[in-house]
């Protein structure tokens, strides 16, 4: 069984463990974490590395947080998994509230590993034995506890500098208050095709679907309080990898 784990870098140590306690349970699984060195061979480049594990993979293990949540990647990924029609399997820390997940990610079941009895289920739906859960929980529970605060950690955070103003795509987003829209400086869409992504003006009525096809919104921020979409006619501003 190949397992992709889609995490934030912010979430490393969380998604290792995890990565850990899955190839404990039987020897014929292997995981890939984009963050775990060797994990992307030599020879080939970050983007072809995670697009060939996506490929190889049977099963796809989404991790959510309050870092990973809105990260443009993680919906990327997610989309993957919907797209090969392969089984996935949403988890989270109870840190991220339930409130806090986006469609069309919230429609669907999503376990937490710092709680016993989910942690159970979760293996229960991969067809694995946990052998110790209340020790694999409470290592869970350790590690998230010990996670930078939301708003804190600054490499949680993607976006782009243009005029003074920080316009983000990822980043501890869902804990500043929202303000007034605001329209798009000039010179953001080329700054942001500058970092290989896709600017898209969407559809505000299908902003689920752009979801889940891995676009993420675009603010203007101050990563401190408040956060203001980025509009024009009625429509925002969403970044992804390739064609929506």
Known sequence: MNIFISHAVANRNIARSLADTLEAAREDVRTFLASRPGDIRADEDWLS???RALQEADTYIILLTPE??????????????????????FVRIQA???????????????????????LLAVFKVLGLPLAKPELTVAQFADQANAAVATGEDEAAWEGIQVGGVFYAWAGSLLALEDRDPVPPPAGLLKEIERRGLKPRWANT?????????????????DRKTWRRPVIDQNRPLMVGKGAP
């Open 49 to 51: 590395g995670i697009e």
């Open 68 to 89: 990973s949540v809105l990260r443009p990647w993680v919906n990327f990924e997610s989309g993957a998994a919907w797209f090969f029609q392969r089984q996935l399997v």
């Open 96 to 118: 991220l509230s339930t409130d806090d997940i986006p469609l069309p990610i919230n429609s669907r079941q999503v376990y937490a590993l710092d709680d016993k009895e989910q």
């Open 205 to 221: 009525n299908r902003r689920s679907h752009h979801m889940e096809r891995g676009l993420a919104q675009v603010f203007a921020t």
